[in-house]
């Protein structure tokens, strides 16, 4: 209350967001029956009838469902509202629809406002957040620098120096205000951070303890699951949004903790002037009285909304009562369902009928106004500053700053991540050794084709080696993903900057790795004495580790999962090799796969170090063969390898040209694709749901609220069971 007080004083308040949805649906485009199971033989035929119906060649045979279906309602700021529904009933679609992050694949028909603005692709950003019921955190970061991150992505990192900026400028009664913010920011830094605005969120979401806790996964211990959902909403809640849109926040939280949490968001909503919809499943009574307002949703439509006080006095005038020992909350979302409705009816059993959800939803339409005189008071108060929400957009960061966030988290993840390049790194020297002692110069001599072709072999086993070692760009990359498609979504993340600061962090390790094997292996095995042959080696090798780190990040990026990424990173494997020129010869090859040998990148890397290798003086020995007139040239030929000395240098520059064109397809893969774990909508249980809901039981046999199961029931039954532990001698 005193940040609020002090930012009105020195006018830097910021503006109420009434939200208003008229008309909304949703829906989307679902396949039918059996071809919805994800099998093996349904993804290849779902995939060649999209590529025919593109083409215009049949029609799809996917049907639409809606699962908003015609929402309309205000929810207003400086109030609570809680969205009630079962699962299934399209709350978490409703929320990110209210939010505007709305997947792409769906369908949005009606309108959704802020102050009357529709919301469009050029609202800002930071004046609405998404909260996912999802926590997804890299396992490396602390809170604080998750939570810090969050802040410089959302602009919020100098949120509390506009206070002082706001000082600055006026100069009257400014000594209480200075000491009111100095004992402020005393009381909310703490530790070593030097966020104010990550420090504030961290104290008043209970996180001071775990603060410089690494979050943790399933491989590394960290923080607890209560923690995690607090940090998931710490991220959010460090953008200073005026509109929270959260889903499902309570899961894997106790009810004391969900209060707190709870508590505290009312706090902020009445304080700031927030406009806060929260999702819950199953909230207690406690939880349930610091709401304001209630939603309830129900197969898509909203068969409530208006103040929680009221709810019950609805159903009521419907006929259901709540009973007095009955949660709120249960009630609200039984008194829908066909099993569980006449429990409540209040009238004559033998009158009793079925009230379907489409009679709820009409009758709150028709009888019930939940609007209070205040909407349109709240609205008018916030005509004059829809202007000042529009125009107040240069809270959006710039993209050097959110390069600097990035790159300053990669460098982070690097320090953590120390252990696997570090085992990277003795990888490589083991097995430099191990090919050097194989191809040992005491064994290799230089001046026949026979021993020409012994270091053949070894320039060949430089190049797979190094190949190899790009491939721990595939886990690594799929590890990430996850956690980059939400902060695509709700950090607007760009994938450029991702891509951008791993690429430069991925160079001094690739110089170490490359130098490494080189400068191991270069002298043993004898290659030509030449420091100038040395550094030209070395950087073909380069070329090729950033090209292979390029190869497989952009499959791990297409591939979205380990299981296809493994796959398609094999496939390239041996689609490179094949023909790279060495296991196939290109004179060998049929003139119809030739241009599989001119698209290999091992091609280029093979022709670049045989060059360099067998041009040098001491393969200058005169051999004829065909057209070589020495052993280098004639190596060359029989291998049919390229023999003339410019080829290198086109093909290290082809090869620094496939590193860049995979490296910004990956970065068009990482802005278009969608995370693969995306929830489906089944089209058989919605018809079921919809027969069930559609059928009125009009007699009294149909009104003995028995339900045919679809299982043979069985009875289980035990008696006299023990259960009991020794207790050791010890301690008896």
Known sequence: QMLREKKERLGVDAAKVEVRFEELTVEADVRVGRRALPTLLNCAVNAAQELATSSHMCTTRKKPIKIINGASGTIRPSRMTLLLGAPGSGKTTFLKALAGKLDSSLKLKGKVMYNGEEVNSSTPQYLHAYISQYDLHHAEMTVRETIDFSSKMLGTNNEFEMLGEAIRRKKGVINKVDQDLDSFIKATTFGEGSNLTTNYIIKILGLSECADTLVGDEMRRGISGGQKKRATIGEMLVGLARCFFMDDISTGLDSSTTYEIVKFLQQMAHLMDLTVVISL???????????????????????????????????EIMGFKCPSRKNVADFLQEVTSKMDQKQYWIGDENKYQYRSIEKFAESFRSSYLPR????????????????????SATRRISRWNIFKACFSREVLLLKRNSPLHIFKTVQITVMALVISTVFLRTNMNHKTVLDANKYMGSLFMA??????????????????????????????????????????????????????????????????????????????????????????????????????????????????????????????????????????????????????????????????????????????????????WHWYWICVGILFGFSLVLNILTIFALEFMNSPHKHQVNIDSTKTKTECKKQK???????????????????????????????PKVTS
């Open 281 to 315: 499943l199953q909230p207690p009574p406690e939880t349930l009285e610091l709401f304001d307002d209630i939603i309830l949703l129900c197969e898509g439509q909203i068969v409530y909304h208006g103040p929680r006080e009221n709810a019950t006095g609805f159903f």
């Open 372 to 391: 209070p005189a205040k909407d349109d008071l709240c609205r008018t108060n916030n005509t004059g500053k829809r202007e000042e929400i529009l125009t």
């Open 463 to 644: 190049v797979v080696i190094v190949n190899f070692n790009g491939m721990t760009e595939i886990g690594m990359t799929i590890k990430r993903l996850p956690t980059f498609y939400k902060q695509r979504e709700l950090l607007a993340l760009p994938g450029w900057a991702l891509l951008s600061s791993v690429f430069l962090i991925s160079l001094p390790m690739s110089l170490l790795e490359t130098g490494l094997w080189t400068s191991l292996t270069y002298y043993v095995i004898g290659y030509a004495p030449s420091f100038l042959r040395f550094i030209q080696q070395f950087l073909v090798l380069f070329a090729m580790h950033q090209m292979s780190m390029g190869l497989y990040r952009f499959l791990a990026a297409i591939g979205r999962t380990q299981v296809m990424a493994n796959m398609l990173g094999t496939a390239a494997l041996i689609a490179i090799y094949i023909f790279g020129g060495f296991v196939i010869s290109k004179d060998n090859l049929q003139p119809w796969l030739q241009w599989g040998y001119w698209t290999s990148p091992f091609t280029y890397a093979q022709n670049a170090v045989a060059l360099n290798e067998f041009l040098d003086e001491r393969w200058a020995s005169e051999f004829y063969y065909a057209n070589a007139k020495t052993v280098g040239e004639a190596i060359l030929k029989i291998r049919g390898l390229l023999t003339e």
């Open 697 to 727: 039981v009009g007699t009294r046999n149909a009104s003995t609220g028995q339900v045919a199961l679809p299982f043979q029931p069985l009875s289980l039954v035990f008696d006299h069971i023990n259960y009991f532990v020794d207790m």
